[in-house]
C-alpha cells in the first residue's frame, strides 16, 4: 500500500518562496520517478517537474524558480518553490510511478500579488 502525502503549501506573497514536501509510505520510493503537478479550477493538472533516477524536467513555466529533489532513505521528495508569482496559484500534487503512478491529495498554494 502506497500512500502520499504532501505538505507545506500555504499563502504567500508575490516573490516569495515555499517549499513542498511529499513523504511516501510503502517500498517503492527510491526505484521510482517522482513528479510534481498542479491545477487550477477548470483546468487539466499540468506537470511542474519530475525527477527520474538521472535526470530532471521542468514545466517551461518554471524553470530556474522550482527544484525538485528526493531523500530516499526517508522516503520524501520536495519542491522549493522561489520567485512565486500569482499564476503559480494551484493545487499541489505529488506523484510516484512505479508499475502504476500513485498520486497524493494535493495541497494548496496561492501567491497573492
Known amino acids: 500500500q502506497v500512500q502520499l502525502v504532501e505538505s507545506g503549501g500555504g499563502l504567500v506573497q508575490a516573490g516569495g518562496s515555499l517549499r513542498l514536501s511529499c513523504a511516501a509510505s510503502g517500498n517503492i520510493f527510491s526505484r521510482s520517478v517522482v513528479g510534481w503537478y498542479r491545477q487550477t479550477p477548470g483546468n487539466q493538472r499540468e506537470l511542474v517537474a519530475r525527477?527520474?533516477?538521472?535526470?530532471?524536467t521542468y514545466a517551461d513555466s518554471v524553470k530556474g524558480r522550482f527544484t525538485i529533489s528526493r531523500e530516499n532513505a526517508n522516503n520524501t521528495a520536495y519542491l522549493q518553490m522561489n520567485s512565486l508569482k500569482p499564476e503559480d496559484t494551484a493545487v499541489y500534487y505529488c506523484t510516484l510511478q512505479f508499475v502504476r503512478t500513485y498520486w497524493g491529495q494535493g495541497t494548496q498554494v496561492t501567491v497573492s500579488s
Open positions: 525527477m527520474t533516477s538521472g535526470s530532471t
